[in-house]
């Protein structure tokens, strides 16, 4: 018996440039199918070795972050994904967008920004914390969600999820950074700081930086960054990659999937990979127009929730999507036995970010005449040039039998009440999700497995 294996990567770049860039296109392409301490460490501060720049502080692995600040991030990401994801969405194609890898990207620039600039990233990102709790506060999320891919059932060896959230700052060698600019990012973000010439050879550092997109997402995204993206003007560019492999807790039986017709928003079906879970004691929820199931996988803090709206109800559904209402949904849910059919799919999805963040209101950090990054360098004035964000999603059958066996012991705990069944044989929203914390890591909607 083997299991449904989800296989994540996503990433996020933000280019930095200083007066004057090649202008680029915004797009949203569209989708393929396919130990605690309470201090610092110091080391020797902006030492170089071997093309990389350290710091003078280590990463802090015991943020003093409230409860409070906490929640109030989570729900300020969470407000951030649903307005952009209402920005790029389109009706035709699949898409998945990773909120928490864009916030984390642009967080960074943050702590660079001035005046009227930072607030408006703040307004871009929701942000409603102070500047000097955001960055401790992302931080504990972080910490977080490193703690909770460590913690697997005793029987899962040979199973799959592996969880890597890593960030990186590549500068201009010889640059004058300031050092409370890169000492934040060490101490709250623990982004690894690169040298790269980008002003005699910005093709060798573009190059330098799509492999370690490559190697950070296990060779599953590759020449993130086109030609021409990087020029002789480009002085940072800050990344984030997120590579997500996992097993779902329950298994799903390979040799139950079928063809069967998937709804189409056009009226017409396509026959698809249909995968079925039979009897599993499953958070779940119906509404006045829609379904709700909640699947766990093998590490038990992080989940996939599908919102499954009623035929012909998808558009009018994800149009009223909010934190609210998501929220709403997530309290309803509540443990049934549930017979599940769940089309298998695989796509990506690429945007330049630039539009949608102006929308939302941080226009003015892309222009030279109106940004104020003066909190990352006094040498040139910089702005952002290109915000590029990738997402790719595989959910096909995969896995061992040792999760398997772990499955009829908690069936033990299932209600015996009938199984409710939910066959998602037309569009439908999902939401890969850090339980203990809210953060939802992955989003998107699937109309054509």
């Known amino acids: 018996m083997k299991k449904i294996l989800t296989l994540m990567i996503l990433f996020s770049i933000l280019l930095i440039s200083s007066c004057q860039s090649i202008p680029q296109e915004t797009e949203t392409i569209p989708t393929e199918k396919q130990e605690p301490m309470e201090e610092t460490q110091e080391t020797p501060p902006h030492s170089q070795e071997s093309g990389m720049v350290k710091s003078s502080v280590a990463r802090e692995t015991s943020p003093k972050v409230s409860p409070d600040q906490l929640s109030i991030l989570v729900q300020d990401n969470t407000q951030f994904g649903m307005k952009f994801f209402e920005l790029i969405r389109t009706d035709g194609e699949n898409v998945i967008f990773s909120p928490i890898s864009i916030s984390l990207a642009l967080s960074m620039t943050l702590a660079g920004a001035e005046s009227s600039t930072e607030q408006a990233m703040k307004e871009a990102l929701q942000l409603s914390l102070l500047e000097e709790e955001i960055h401790p506060a992302f931080n504990a999320i972080l910490l977080a969600i490193e703690k909770s891919q460590e913690d697997l059932p005793e029987d899962s060896e040979g199973s799959k999820f592996q969880l890597n959230i890593a960030n990186s700052i590549w500068t201009q060698t010889g640059y004058d950074f300031k050092e409370i600019f890169m000492d934040t990012l060490a101490r709250h973000y623990g982004a690894g700081i690169y040298n790269v010439n980008f002003m005699e050879d910005p093709e060798s550092a573009r190059l330098a930086i799509n492999d370690w997109i490559e190697e950070e997402t296990e060779e599953k995204i590759k020449d993130l960054i086109p030609p021409g993206a990087i020029n002789t003007l480009t002085r940072l560019v800050l990344a984030n990659a997120i590579y997500f492999n996992g097993s779902w807790r329950y298994p799903f039986k390979e040799s139950a999937t079928t063809q069967a017709p998937f709804k189409l928003l056009d009226g017409s079906e396509s026959n698809v990979d249909m995968m ?165 890591l992955f989003m998107g909607h699937v109309v054509e497995p």
């Open 276 to 440: 079925t879970l039979s009897g599993e004691s499953l958070l779940y929820s119906k509404g006045e127009n829609y379904q709700a199931v909640q699947l766990p996988y093998l590490s038990p803090d992080f989940v996939m929730t599908i919102l499954v709206p009623d035929e012909a109800a998808f558009l009018d559904f994800e149009s009223s999507i909010d934190t609210e209402k998501l929220g709403n949904i997530l309290n309803e849910l509540s443990f049934r036995p549930v017979n599940l059919k769940m089309p298998k799919f695989d796509f990506s999805t690429s945007v330049n970010a630039k539009d949608p963040l102006s929308t939302l209101g941080m226009e003015e950090a892309f222009f030279a005449d109106s940004a104020d990054f003066s909190g990352i360098t006094d040498l040139e004035k910089l702005y952002i040039s290109d915000v590029l964000h990738k997402a790719t999603i595989t959910v096909d059958e995969q896995g061992t039998e040792a999760a398997a066996a772990t499955v009829v012991i908690m069936r033990a705990e299932s209600m015996p009440a009938e199984p409710i069944s939910l066959i998602i044989d037309r569009p439908f929203l999902f939401f890969i999700r850090h339980e203990s914390s809210g953060t939802i």
